[in-house]
């Protein structure tokens, strides 16, 4: 199967040659090509460029794009989908006075997720994901990494994973798995953090490497959740089970998670609505990228991650919705775009570029996805007809896309 794009308006995130991420200066430039074609077998990017050199239509489909922008699939690095139920009563509370923490400490949040999981099939936790995940799809999202987290028993995780592993399987999308057993203590556990810790280490994690279930492991490193000394023994734990860190730190409070996590190879730390200096440098020369979830700042009213503070330092970000039933109650990433560029002072070229090649590089799979390179997977959005790839932010409450190609695939 051959599809040929033609007539494109803008062809935005060309990489003739690969590049794994972009860092400060890089990326306020978007590659692009004007009037252009893109050439797919497969699920393959085979050839483009400007459309004085296309030789020859024939392809299996041929896609008129006309006055519309072609570019890669958002790659959202940092997603909870996974989950049973909501939590919309959670929301009113926040509105008439309540903080987060103040939710968290009567029993709400990740608590109140994990008991109705504990209590939902495996079946219907599959059903209710690829719901979430069928519409995230249709909004651009053609790389997704999803966490376990609100299961918070042994046997919860697992459904959790399990259900992961059975959306890889039968979704076209790409996904990456993350064993999020740190994301709070479960009630049984509530006067005993070393016990939970213990059945992580001892019990869980052996069981996910068994079953090949996780690629990550993650920890909310935060004040009332698990501290520093608890962030790295289960980061040690994960990583002779094979598993690389992705670390969900400086959200509410800086404590030196992120020096610990670049010590211990992180491959993205997530948050950073709090940032001090010292957190700046230390990521300064390392493999460690930042990724911001704007829209988890909008949902909670709480501070934005400093995206200008952390380019301008020159260093890489990315961008990724944290769709979860609590904090960020959606998974479209064309709203993330929309709302870094309106309230982190993001560039259109910086906000594309962190939701795509960036966005890539904190799942581990920037060789394959995030850029139009020849080899790459061919994982495309066309919009519909737009004046230009700035309109695409500025346009925050519409739906610009028209049409979603993942391996190839009309979706």
Request: hydrophobic letters at 35%; proline letters at 4%; one cysteine or more.
């Amino acid at each position: 199967m051959t599809t040929l794009i033609t007539n494109i308006k803008e062809l935005l995130q060309v990489r003739d040659t690969n590049v794994l991420k972009l860092s400060g200066e890089e990326m306020k430039t978007l590659p692009t090509i004007k009037n252009a074609f893109l050439l797919i077998k497969h699920d393959t990017i085979v050839e483009y460029g400007k459309m004085e050199e296309l030789t020859s239509l024939e392809a299996d489909q041929v896609i008129d794009a006309t006055g519309k922008i072609v570019l890669p699939t958002w790659c959202d690095s940092h997603t909870h989908i996974v989950y049973a139920g909501n939590r919309e009563q959670e929301f009113v509370d926040r509105i008439n006075g309540l903080s987060y923490e103040d939710i968290a400490n009567r029993g709400g949040g990740i608590l109140n997720s994990a008991e109705k999981l504990q209590n939902t099939s495996e079946d219907d936790l599959y059903e209710q994901s690829i719901h979430r995940l069928k519409h995230v799809m249709k909004l651009g999202t053609g790389a997704i990494e999803i966490k376990s987290g609100y299961g918070l028993t042994t046997d919860s995780e697992l459904k959790m994973l399990r259900v992961i592993k059975r959306i890889k399987k039968e979704f076209p999308v790409k996904v990456k798995a993350t064993f999020l057993g740190a994301h709070a203590l479960p009630k049984a556990y509530k006067e005993d953090k070393k016990g939970y810790l213990d059945l992580m280490i001892n019990e869980m994690l052996p069981k996910i490497k068994e079953e090949n279930l996780a690629h990550y492991v993650d920890v909310f490193c935060e004040k009332g959740y698990f501290d520093l000394e608890d962030t790295e023994r289960i980061i040690e734990a994960g990583k002779k089970h094979g598993l690389t860190p992705k670390i969900h730190v400086n959200q509410f409070n800086a404590f030196g998670g992120i020096a610990l996590s670049v010590k211990h190879g992180a491959l993205s730390v997530d948050h950073l609505e709090e940032l001090k200096d010292e957190d700046i440098e230390a990521l300064k020369g390392s493999k460690t990228i930042a990724v911001a979830l704007p829209s988890c700042s909008y949902f909670l009213s709480i501070p934005y991650t400093p995206a200008r503070k952390i380019i301008d330092a020159g260093l890489p970000l990315a961008l990724a919705t944290d769709y979860n039933p609590g904090s960020t109650p959606s998974g479209n990433m064309n709203f993330v775009v929309s709302t870094a560029c309106i309230k982190m002072k993001m560039t259109p070229e910086e906000a594309i570029n962190a939701a795509t090649i960036n966005g890539a590089y904190a799942m581990g799979i920037s060789n394959e996805y995030g850029s139009i390179t020849r080899g790459k997977k061919a994982n495309i959005i066309i919009t519909k007809p737009v004046p230009s790839y700035n309109y695409l932010p500025y346009s925050f409450g519409e739906n610009n896309i028209e049409t979603v190609i993942i391996n190839g695939e009309v979706i």
